[in-house]
């Protein structure tokens, strides 16, 4: 049996001093590779959610006020996105609740993902001030503003008070409700069987003559006429008993 020397001994705890040293290392050199992988893809992300954020707020900058915008990490691993380019995924879609937008990634936009997100609008919505009969004309008084979230209010809701100034009530209306485009209609202008005038509108003149309604109307509508000779027309509704051809 060999017998190890002193100089044997000695050496053995440096060997293994330096063993330990090296897998150290090893594992600390891998474990940067993957930090920096890591750091690479976060750096991505914040890039394309930072651009998502800016992007949004500039298309819904004309909504409302005090915007806000949480853009949600996608559910898959994706790979890395370039300069990242947003866009809306459908034209004239809603900027407003959770919204969907495209991201060009590269150079030349080759590849394409897609991000949510949820915009929040802070707005002014009609609400009924009293109660309102069914077929009352709606005047100023009816109303008023209510500060609400845009993404929380009915899809008709109106905004804007001179919205249904002019229009009637299509059906009774409680006080503190918020009033929808379908609770209102423009106000009956040309009734069906009456007698109206009619005017033509040339280059440079003008004639009127007579007609009877064969279709009621509201302000806009076009309506049929039929004239004392049976001649039938086409016009569009200017006022009470009023219509216009354009020649």
């Known amino acids: ?90 034209p004239g879609q809603r900027l407003y609740g959770r919204v969907s937008v495209g991201l060009r990634c590269g150079e030349q936009g080759q590849q394409t993902r897609y991000l ?27 109303l008023m503003l209510e500060e609400a979230r845009l993404e929380r209010l009915p899809r008709h809701a109106l905004l804007g008070i001179d919205d249904a100034l002019g229009m009637t009530a299509a059906r009774p209306l409680r006080a503190g409700t918020t009033l929808q485009t379908h609770y209102l209609r423009r106000p009956e202008l040309v009734s069906r069987g009456a007698h109206v005038t009619v005017t033509a509108h040339g280059a440079g003149f003008s004639i009127s003559r007579k007609a009877k309604a064969l279709d009621s109307g509201a302000l806009g509508d076009t309506v049929r006429l039929s004239t004392d000779n049976g001649e039938q027309l086409i016009a569009t509704v200017t006022g009470p008993d009023q219509l216009k051809i354009t020649l």
């Open 116 to 142: 949510q997100a949820s915009v929040s609008v802070l707005v002014d919505h009609v609400v009924v001030a009293r109660d309102i009969d069914a077929g009352s004309l709606i005047t100023a008084g009816d």
């Open 1 to 90: 049996m060999r017998m190890r020397s002193h100089a044997d001994l000695q050496r053995q705890p440096s060997q293994m001093m330096a063993r330990f040293v090296s897998g150290l290392l090893l594992a600390f050199g891998l474990w940067l590779v993957s930090a920096s992988a890591s750091w690479a893809a976060t750096d991505s992300h914040s890039l394309a959610e930072s651009r998502v954020t800016a992007f949004l707020l500039e298309q819904a900058a004309g909504l409302g006020r005090d915007i806000g915008i949480t853009v949600h990490p996608a559910s898959a691993r994706l790979p890395d996105c370039i300069d990242p380019q947003p866009f809306l995924t459908n």
